[in-house]
């Protein structure tokens, strides 16, 4: 183990997840000179990074990991012993939506941020750094130096913001070469202090252009906004998507031609089942929250609507199945063509595709899971349903004999299959319903399949 005196800066992060994993690696990998180590209450994900099999999968992940563990970047469940030899404490445990009392399902559950306040204080005798990793409520910098610093062993506590951006999928890539790394802090001589601590981190890899500082609040509430502006376009275009089907006009058409605007740009306007994942819809309720508590009610329900829309989208989809295969999926077989909720991770959290498998199961429809890294969580989400699902990690395999494929995730790998093969062994009439617009709707016509894809005319036989 690397003694403390060997290394530049001490730090640590409490909470050893999709984000504190992946980020103190990178930091670690870009940063020898710094000793690094992660902590956390689950033993078992902690053995899990100290393995060959991390508890998550991302591409290019492993790598990074490997180059540092052991030499400046350490994982733990020494938290007391963590803290109080660290400078600079990340803290980047869950904050999901409160499921109880006053704010439920709109508000942060602060529950496990407030008590790694209390250790932190527990563990410390000397003043730190405590950066705000997770996704916070804006303004909860100033709760947390108040608590923090209501010490009463004279510590001197300095709460900066410094909010994640990176996507599951991509975080390697994000981490390694950011848009912007944003650091909020109070304009105070500690604050702008801390604050420098901080950059200095990032200015080991990230140009200096790219580093930004504002004040706490702007820091806090730009991550909320961020997600919020990325959900909306996807739930925008998703709109679009349902209008485009009764006109024949072809969404990507409409997104590829409004994409060609440099004000408006090509990015997220992929039509889809609805978006996923464990921040948007939590980030976007704790928005709505927040200006409901300022008595902002007009820009709530602006924001709400963003949400409500991907409720919807989930639902037309489910609507689309269940009318064109004759009004009745009950005891059908349905095959679900990826489970994750975007390519490239094992990650199901919040997934369109669980609430797609629910109500098919209201339907009483067979749904058949498949998918190349989720099939773990799918297992665990779908609890409540299993009588009505089965799980198969061959596609041609869950496709055997069903009446639909309705295709979820946008998995590389659905792109190549062999849909002539599958066509000649699923019930008749073929459907596919493709979630992601990802699969060639024209040759799977000729083969035969009915094919639904969202926002474009139907191919079908019927
Ligand atoms: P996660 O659930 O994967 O990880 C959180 C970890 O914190 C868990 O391993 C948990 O055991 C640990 N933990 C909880 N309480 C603890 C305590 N008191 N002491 C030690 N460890 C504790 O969550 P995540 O996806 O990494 O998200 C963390 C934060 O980052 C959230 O606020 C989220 O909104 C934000 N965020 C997530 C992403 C993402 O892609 N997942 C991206 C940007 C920001
Ligand atoms: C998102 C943001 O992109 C990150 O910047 C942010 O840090 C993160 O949330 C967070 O705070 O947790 P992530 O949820 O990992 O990252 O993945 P995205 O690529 O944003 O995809 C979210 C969902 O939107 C997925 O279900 C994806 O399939 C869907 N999506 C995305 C679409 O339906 N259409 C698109 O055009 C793009």
Redesign the pocket.
Known sequence: MGGQSRFSKNIICIGAGYVGGPTMAMIAAKCPQYKVTVVDINAERIDAWNSENLPIFEPGLYEVVKQARGRNLFFSTEIEKAIKEAQIVFVSVNTPTKTFGEGAGKAADLQYWEKTARDIIRASDTDKIIVEKS?LPVRTASAMERILNANDKGIHFEVVSNP?????GTAVADLENPDRVLIGSQMTETGLKACKEIVEIYANWVPAQKILTSNVWSSELSKLV??AF?AQR?SSINSISALCEYTEANVSEVAGAIAMDSRIGPK???A?IG??????KK?ILNLVYICENYGLHEVARYWENVVLMNDYQKRRFVKTMIRTMFNTVAGKRIALFGFA??ANTGDTRESPAIDVTRQLAEERAKVVITDPKALDNAKMDLQSCLEFVEFCEDPYEAAKGAHAIALMTEWNEYKKLDYQKIYSQMEKPAFVFDGRNILDHKLLFEIGFNVFPLGRVSRTHL
């Open positions: 996704t994640e951006f990176l996507a599951e961020a997600n990325l996807i997220f306007l992929n889809s978006f996923g994942g464990s921040c948007f980030d909720f975007k």
